[in-house]
Every structure is written in C-alpha cells, then in structure tokens.
C-alpha cells in the first residue's frame, strides 16, 4: 500500500480556515476581532449600504472582509507564514497603518483629500496582500480580497465620502475615531 502524505497539522488548518469561511459573521468574528475592530466594521457596513444603497452588496463585502481577516488569523495563529511571509505581512501591516493614518488626515484636515494618494496607497495593501495569502488560500479568496479592495478604491465613493458636509461624515466620523483608537492600543 502507498504511503500517505497525511498532515494531521495542515489538515486541521485547512478544516479551520474552511469552516469559519462558511460561518462568516459577527458571531465568528467576535472570536477573532476585538469591540473597537467590530465597532469600525459596523461602520463599514453602514458605509457601503448607505452609498450602494444595497443591503445585498453592504453585507456582501463584509462577509467577504470577515473572511479574509479570519482566514488571516487562522494561518497566522497556526505558524503557517514563512520568513519571507512574516516579512510580507509587516509590510502589509505597515502599508495598512500608513493608509489609515492619512485616511484620519483626510477627515480631519478639511480640503486635503487626495483620492489618487489614497487609491494608490489601498493598491499597495491589495498588491502584498495578494503576495501573503498566495501560497495559503484559493483564487476564491483573491477574489474576496479584489472586491472588497476595489469597492473601497472607487474613486467616486471616496470623493463623496470625504465631502466636508456630505452625508457619509457622521459614519466617517465614528471611523476615524476608531482608527484612532485602534492605534492608541497599537491593533494597528
């Protein structure tokens, strides 16, 4: 009888990464994002719902958000990332920071908005982002990453979120302070 490439490890993180990816929801996501993270995607959510003006698509991105984060975690928690993949994921959490930082600048300094900075540098995370899950998750989950990414870099969503008085400033308001706070506790 051949031998079996059997990884009881492997296998077990595959199990994981499949069965939160179908359980996908606030209850799942509670277990690997903290009060302030889940606060921030709720806002999100009321973000793409109240743009879109699609509950269908608000919740579509979210859950499509929710999995590439526990899926994330998942690898993450189980030692599955290599040397350069470390490497990769400090970059991706610098670059990440680095957009979130100038997202909060946006808000707060009335009339410097720049939506090609703020495209590029989302680009940027989308690209490593790409580069870390590519060994570990299946073209589905790129697939997640590319629509969640692309609906945030639209460049016309972006302009009339950062209107000084449009209507997106209370969600973008409750935004930045939980950015904000999410880099006082140094989760970001």
């Not at 492997?10 to 903290?34: E, N, P, R, W, Y």
């Not at 670059?95 to 009339?111: G, H």
Request: charged share 30%.
């Amino acid at each position: 009888m051949a031998e079996s490439n059997f990884n009881a490890k492997s296998f077990t993180v595959q199990a994981q990464k499949k069965v939160l990816g179908k359980m996908a929801s606030k209850k799942v996501a509670k277990a690997f994002i903290d009060d302030t993270t889940g606060d921030l995607l709720d806002q999100l959510y009321q973000l793409v719902k109240k743009d879109s003006g699609s509950k269908k698509e608000a919740e579509k991105i979210m859950k499509d958000l929710i999995k590439i984060v526990v899926k994330l975690t998942v690898l993450f928690r189980n030692n599955q990332f290599n040397q350069n993949e470390i490497a990769l994921a400090e970059k991706f959490r610098r670059t990440f920071k680095q957009s979130a930082m100038t997202f909060i600048s946006f808000c707060e300094v009335d009339f410097s908005f720049d939506k090609d900075f703020l495209c590029n540098s989302l680009e940027d995370c989308k690209k490593l982002l790409h580069q870390l899950i590519e060994r570990h998750l299946t073209a589905k989950s790129h697939g997640r990453v590319d629509h969640v990414f692309g609906f945030f870099t639209e460049g016309d969503l972006l302009e009339r979120v950062f209107e000084p008085k449009g209507p997106h400033r209370p969600i973008l308001t409750g935004m930045v302070a939980n950015l904000n706070k999410l880099m006082e506790e140094g989760n970001l």
